[in-house]
């Protein structure tokens, strides 16, 4: 356990899909362990998993948590360790549907490393809840489209329900021409969502790029989203880094 605020359990969220959830917990991860935070990124999307692709770490264990949960295996059988970033662990999801017990798994397992990152399913329901319950903190990621904002305040409030009260911001795909164009302020939107702004990411190619050749964007680049999620990182484990 780290001093202060740092460290614990941290789902990323937004209620909406496609806003970046999966691109944030694996670039936010692999920062964490490259800064030399023992971190476990959790696969919390069962079906539709795909933060083992973000992370270039498909097929990198045989077992997932439903295999935990029913006894199968151990955690150290279905974490596996990032051949590249030291530090950085991973536990995948089912490709069917999960089992319940995913909360209490880790409640437990977060006391064996610094952070844990919890990638949420879209939606606002008993996935986005299984993913969700047992965290300490939660991270939303949402566009500055007033559609995706809506979904991020909405699901503030079902956070708070959980129990979750420390929730924090990260706006991304932010493009400045488009802001511009319509004359939107992001301190509308940050209003609008009701969370703590954490840090904002670019939009950038590099995201798709890197998603593509199946290589964490950490490791492809350490300019733009990789640079803004860098900082983000660092302002998560309590270094003071000004918002850009
Ligand atoms: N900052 C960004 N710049 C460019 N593309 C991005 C950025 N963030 C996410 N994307 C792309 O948007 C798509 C959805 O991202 P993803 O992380 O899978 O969202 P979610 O997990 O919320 O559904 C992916 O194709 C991803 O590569
Ligand atoms: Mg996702």
């Known amino acids: ?41 959790v696969d919390g999307d069962a079906v539709l998993k795909n933060l ?47 089992r319940p017990g995913l909360p209490e798994l880790i409640k437990d397992l977060k006391k064996k490393y610094d952070y844990v990152i919890i990638d949420s399913p879209a939606g606002l329901g008993a996935g986005f809840h299984e993913a969700s319950a047992g965290a300490d903190k939660a991270i939303i990621v949402s566009s500055v489209e007033p559609s995706s904002c809506r979904d991020a305040a909405r699901t503030v409030q079902e956070l708070e329900a959980l129990g979750i009260s420390d929730v924090r911001l990260i706006l991304n795909r932010i493009r400045p021409s488009v802001l ?44 733009g989203a990789a640079a803004a999620a860098m900082r983000i990182a660092r302002r998560l484990d309590g270094q003071k880094v000004p918002i850009a």
């Open 1 to 41: 356990m780290l001093d202060g605020s740092a460290g614990g359990a941290i789902v990323i969220t937004s209620g909406k899909g496609g806003t970046g959830k999966t691109t944030a917990a694996a670039a936010l991860g692999s920062c964490l362990a490259l800064l030399g935070r023992r971190t476990l990124c």
């Open 52 to 98: 083992d692709l973000c992370l270039g770490m498909a097929d990198a264990s045989i077992y997932d948590y439903n295999d935990i949960l029913s006894g199968r295996c151990s955690p150290d059988d279905a974490i596996a360790a990032h051949r590249e970033i030291p530090n950085l662990y991973f536990l995948t999801a089912p490709v069917e549907a999960a």
């Open 180 to 223: 511009r164009s319509v004359k939107m302020n992001l301190d509308d939107a940050i209003d609008r969502i009701g969370a703590r702004l954490l840090g904002y990411i670019p939009e950038d190619k590099a995201v798709i790029i890197a998603a593509a050749i199946g290589k964490p964007l950490m490791l492809h680049t350490g300019k």
